[in-house]
């Protein structure tokens, strides 16, 4: 059987609601950097759809990295608000 290249599944036990929970329990600023490190991944992805002449996918993907940059500045909003009172 050929290997899936987009996976349905995370590999070992992982569900995609424990990941989100994961990683919405990391501090503010982690869940940033985690979300910029998405942002790029898809404007990399993006970028390469677009050189094989993927214009329509590119575009999509291009969105969802520019609302996931939006996102990552949002977070940072927020661990700015709770950054004095953590401890630590």
Not at 56 to 68: H, P, Q, V
């Amino acid at each position: 059987m050929k290997k899936q290249y987009h996976p349905t599944k995370l590999k070992g036990n992982g569900s995609l609601k424990k990941l989100a929970r994961e990683i919405t329990n990391l501090r503010y600023d982690q869940t940033a950097s985690f979300i910029e490190e998405l942002a790029d991944s898809f404007r990399r992805r993006a970028e390469r759809d677009s050189k094989r002449h993927r214009p329509m996918l590119a575009l999509r993907l291009y969105d969802i990295s520019d609302k996931l940059y939006e996102a990552k500045d949002d977070a940072n909003k927020a661990w700015k608000i709770c950054r004095p009172y953590m401890k630590g």
